[in-house]
C-alpha cells in the first residue's frame, strides 16, 4: 500500500512538473510569435526609413545629397570670386569719381569714358541680376531650400539611427529570453 502511494505521489508530482513544462513551452512559443510580430515590424521599419516616397535608397539619396553639397560649395565660392571683382569694380568707380573733377574738361574724351563705364556697369548689374535670380528664382530663397533640404535630411538620419537603437533593444530582449529559456531548460533537465 505504502508503495502504491509512494507511486501516486510520484505519478502527481511528475503531472505537475509536465504541466508547469507544457505552461513555460506555451510561453515560448508565445514569445516566438511575439518576436515574429516585432521582427516584421522591423523589416517594414527599415524599409520606410530606408526608401522615399519615389522609391530611392538611402544610399543614393546621400550621394545626392553630397553632390548638391558640393555643388552648393562651387557655386559659393563662385559668388565669393564675383563678389571680389565687384568691390574692385567699385573701388574702380570710386576712384573714377575723384578724378572725374579735373577731367570734365571738352575735348578731352571724358565723355567717351563715361559712356564706356556706364556700359560695364550695366554689364555688372546684369551678372549680378544673373546670379541672384535664376529661373525666376532669388538666389535666398535657393539656399533656403537646400537648407531645408539639408536639415530634412539630418532628420532621416537621426530617425535611422533611433531605428537602429530599437534594433539593439530588441536584439537585448531576445538574448534575455533565450537565457531564460536556456536556464529554465537547464532546471527542467
Not at 509536465?18 to 522591423?42: A, C, N, P
Not at 529570453?177 to 536556456?182: E, P, R
Request: glycine share 6%.
Amino acid at each position: 500500500m505504502e508503495a502504491l502511494d509512494n507511486g501516486k505521489k510520484d505519478a502527481e508530482q511528475r503531472i505537475i512538473r509536465l504541466e508547469g513544462s507544457h505552461t513555460m513551452l506555451d510561453t515560448i512559443r508565445r514569445d516566438f510569435v511575439e518576436l515574429g510580430k516585432r521582427q516584421d515590424e522591423l523589416r517594414l521599419a527599415f524599409a520606410e526609413i530606408e526608401t522615399d516616397a519615389s522609391g530611392r535608397g538611402l544610399a543614393g539619396r546621400l550621394a545626392e545629397l553630397e553632390e548638391f553639397s558640393a555643388q552648393t560649395r562651387l557655386r559659393l565660392r563662385t559668388l565669393q570670386e564675383a563678389l571680389t571683382t565687384l568691390n574692385r569694380f567699385r573701388r574702380d568707380l570710386v576712384n573714377s569719381q575723384s578724378q572725374l573733377t579735373p577731367l570734365q574738361a571738352p575735348g578731352e574724351g571724358i565723355n567717351a569714358a563715361m559712356v564706356e563705364l556706364d556700359s560695364r556697369a550695366a554689364q555688372i548689374a546684369a551678372t549680378l541680376n544673373e546670379l541672384e535670380v535664376s529661373g525666376g528664382e532669388k538666389l535666398g530663397s535657393r539656399i533656403e531650400a537646400f537648407a531645408e533640404n539639408k536639415r530634412l535630411a539630418e532628420q532621416r538620419i537621426v530617425q535611422v539611427f533611433e531605428q537602429f537603437e530599437r534594433l539593439e533593444s530588441i536584439r537585448n530582449d531576445i538574448a534575455k529570453t533565450f537565457a531564460n529559456l536556456n536556464s529554465a531548460l537547464n532546471k527542467l533537465g
